[in-house]
């Protein structure tokens, strides 16, 4: 059975399930879900109660972790290529550094909105790219770079693995001068910061 909220206070200590009133009397808020009439807890945390607007919250107990969702601008590194697509390590959502890393698939079809030859012209391993979330399809962030300001921030010489640099359209290393294909982002960077 559901505990129900006793007191009309803010600040109670509440688990999903924890009854925390009706639907007549309060508003549903965040971290609160109505079942049959009844607001819940959603989550773990602490009861907001807002008597002027008559609304019930619930704010976490603990930090959310924050995840990538269709829409999200995200950093990765490109792990790994297979035929028509790029493996990438996500550890950015737009500002934020990740503490745990998400696994991103770029598709060919996603990376131009021109036509791309091969994947191997887009990216190659050891790149940082910048990229959008379009899809979460079975819990796989599928990723684009299509979109203008999306593309390779950093890149490596894929023959002596020193960094690229631009000149002009075309990247190049300074070191065996070996010109490269990238899908480059238009803030393509020539250091690490």
Request: aromatic share 8%; with cysteine.
């Amino acid at each position: 059975m559901a505990k129900i909220l006793s007191k009309r206070q803010s600040g109670q200590f509440v688990v999903p399930g924890n009854r925390l009133g009706v639907i007549e009397e309060f508003t549903p808020g965040q971290g609160t879900y109505v079942e049959r009439g009844e607001i819940y807890a959603e989550i773990t945390g602490h009861t907001l109660l807002d008597m002027q607007n008559k609304t019930v919250s619930v704010y976490p107990l603990v930090r959310v972790v924050r995840v990538p969702k269709v829409g999200s601008i995200v950093t990765g590194q490109v792990s790994k290529l297979q035929n028509k697509t790029a493996i990438i390590r996500i550890f950015k959502i737009g500002e934020e550094q990740l503490s745990g890393v998400f696994s991103g698939l770029l598709y060919i079809s996603d990376v131009s909105a021109s036509y791309v030859d091969s994947i191997y012209d887009a990216c190659k391993p050891g790149d940082i790219i910048r990229a959008k979330v379009i899809s979460e399809k079975n819990r796989i962030y599928h990723l684009s770079t299509a979109d203008k300001g999306l593309g390779v921030l950093y890149a490596f010489c894929s023959h002596c693995g020193h960094m690229l640099k631009q000149k002009r359209y075309k990247i190049f290393c300074p070191e065996c001068g070996r010109f490269e294909k990238r899908r480059v982002a238009v803030d393509f960077k020539e250091t690490v910061s």
